[in-house]
């Protein structure tokens, strides 16, 4: 079973509100990542965590705030967004086993901010 | 800098023809190596993945692609094509002393025809 599973599938939210994005895997991975995707290009990194730890932050602004509260289990608090946050939050994780490192992605979250 | 090109950012074949999607890399050593695909609104599955070995790799969907690291080119073909195979592919080498980054292509989006 390879499923990241992401809630919710829509959000929409005006630019005072406060709301969070949750990504769940139960394979056992121990890097998950969160991605924002623009209508009609690649997905962008923006957070790696590695062993519930923060390891890298690609210059997200301070509105986007990761939380990785166990292993199986990814947040993306959101607070003060701009319409240009619109976009596909994909998350994905990673088994850091050498023979099945691969990303795997979950379906991801359409925001919509008014 | 670690950079990717798929140079073919749409393409069109008749439903039963073959396919090809090219793929380009620019790296100092040879990356894992993958192929996702998706459709509109989702999230990315997984299609095939090089790390080393037989540069023929089989993918799910009837999908194989093939690594050259002569001319640092991964790229994805199948023999006939279905309808259902129209979307969004994405080459993506995996940086791996970069928490395992992804660095995308553009995407190329194909189209089906009857």
């Known amino acids: 079973d390879t499923e990241v599973t992401q809630t919710p599938k829509h959000l929409v939210m005006g630019m005072t509100n406060k709301k969070s994005l949750k990504c769940e895997q139960h394979?056992?991975?121990?890097?998950m990542y969160w991605y924002k995707q623009k209508a009609k290009k690649p997905p962008e990194l923006m957070f790696v965590?590695?062993?519930?730890?923060?390891?890298i932050n690609e210059s997200v602004p301070s509105r986007f705030s990761p939380e990785c509260p166990n292993s199986s289990l990814l947040n993306l608090h959101l607070h003060a967004l701009q319409p240009e946050d619109s976009a596909l939050y994909l998350c994905?994780?990673?088994?850091?086993?050498?023979?099945?490192?691969?990303?795997?992605f979950g379906p991801g979250t359409r925001l919509t901010v008014l | 800098a670690q950079s990717v090109t798929q140079p073919d950012i749409h393409i069109t074949v008749s439903e039963g023809a073959s396919l090809e999607l090219r793929c380009n890399y620019s790296?100092?050593?040879?990356?894992?190596l993958f192929w996702y695909v998706q459709s509109p609104g989702q999230g990315l599955q997984l299609l095939l993945k090089y790390f080393s070995g037989d540069t023929l790799v089989q993918g799910i969907k009837g999908f194989e692609a093939e690594f050259k690291r002569s001319q640092s080119s991964f790229n994805l073909r199948k023999p006939s094509v279905h309808w259902s195979d129209a979307a969004e592919y994405f080459c993506?080498?995996?940086?791996?002393?970069?928490?395992?980054?992804?660095?995308f292509g553009q995407g190329t989006e194909l189209s089906v025809k009857p």
């Open positions: 790296y100092g050593a040879t990356p894992y």
């Open positions: 994905a994780s990673r088994s850091l086993a050498s023979a099945t490192d691969t990303q795997y």
């Open positions: 965590y590695s062993y519930e730890k923060l390891s």
């Open positions: 394979m056992g991975h121990r890097a």
């Open positions: 993506a080498p995996m940086i791996y002393n970069q928490g395992g980054k992804l660095i």
